[in-house]
Nanobody, 116 residues
Framework: QVHVVESGGGLVQPGGSLRLSCTAS????????MRWYRQAPGKESELVAA????????NYADSVKGRFTISRDNAQRTVYLQMNSLKPEDTAVYYC?????????WGQGTQVTVSS
């Protein structure tokens, strides 16, 4: 049975940092690219960051470049999203996705709220 579980969200002040984690089980984690998406109320889903199966290549949305870092630990079956210099517009539910020729498995999401 597949499980994808995000954690690490919460309330943070502008300029602060959070580290999201996504731990997976039930599939061969190390052959999947992994992605973080986010969806804010009333807005479409946005691809925030992506990392290849080996971790050798990463990509970021322009809106988060220089502030967010995606990484993974295949031995721990976990992908991370380090978020620094957070802004109110980063407020959203953040979802982890396992990608292999298309989106395959999703987590339930974790809420990130950036507010003073």
């Amino acid at each position: 049975q597949v499980h994808v579980v995000e954690s690490g969200g919460g309330l943070v002040q502008p300029g602060g940092s959070l580290r999201l984690s996504c731990t997976a089980s039930g599939f061969i984690f190390s052959i999947y690219d992994m992605r973080w998406y986010r969806q804010a109320p009333g807005k479409e889903s946005e691809l925030v960051a992506a990392i290849t199966s080996t971790g050798s290549v990463t990509n970021y949305a322009d809106s988060v470049k220089g502030r967010f870092t995606i990484s993974r630990d295949n031995a721990q079956r976990t992908v991370y999203l380090q978020m620094n210099s957070l802004k109110p517009e980063d407020t959203a539910v953040y979802y982890c996705n396992a990608w292999n020729f298309g989106p395959k498995y999703w987590g339930q999401g974790t809420q990130v709220t950036v507010s003073s």
